[in-house]
């Protein structure tokens, strides 16, 4: 089976986004429930550059381990007057007191290291890693594989049934 090739990733821009203060909204059945509002900010790259309009936010679950689940969602304005509404999904985690220092508005090292935790795909059904479902069911090699076995099953049978009968 052949890899898929590595996407290729060009730098777009960079943003520098001013937030407001957390606001927790009480715990859900996955985690602890808040929002960061995004109150401005701007960005620059080779072909655009603009502002970050305020009214945008960045919604989180935690979970007890400090997994925290991030759904953002806020708009851009190009020097140019267009607007472009973005949306960031993604996972982050690290060790206790670098969490510590980012929920005190500290700035950490972008060249860090951050820690995910370990994931072991299911050997059936699904399951849940941050914004994506892993699905393990059955497929035709499986019915073939259960197929053969049953005919050697069935095949040692009648070989014994045979030299018991002799």
């Known amino acids: 089976m052949q890899r898929p090739q590595a996407p290729e990733l060009e730098f777009v821009v960079e ?7 957390i606001q927790d909204l009480g715990v859900h059945p996955a985690g602890i429930r808040r929002t960061v509002p995004i109150t401005g900010g701007t960005f ?11 009214g945008g936010a960045d919604w989180q679950i935690v979970e007890s381990d ?4 991030v759904d953002a969602n806020y708009v851009l ?21 670098m969490m510590e220092r980012i929920a005190a ?3 950490l090292d972008p060249t860090a290291a951050v820690k ?10 699904e399951k849940q890693l941050a914004n994506f479902t892993v699905y ?19 095949s040692v049978w009648l070989s014994r049934k045979r030299a018991v009968a002799r």
């Open 15 to 21: 943003l520098r986004v001013t937030i407001g203060p």
């Open 44 to 54: 620059e790259g080779p072909a655009l550059s603009g502002k970050v309009l305020p």
């Open 66 to 69: 400090g997994l925290t689940f």
């Open 77 to 97: 304005e190009t020097d140019d007057g267009v607007l472009i509404e973005v949306r960031n999904q993604g996972v982050r985690h690290g060790p206790a007191d």
């Open 105 to 107: 508005g500290h700035n």
């Open 116 to 125: 995910v935790p370990p994931f072991t795909p299911p050997l059936f059904g």
């Open 136 to 154: 393990s069911y059955p497929g035709p090699a499986s019915f073939l594989l259960v197929a053969f076995f049953l005919l050697l099953a069935v």
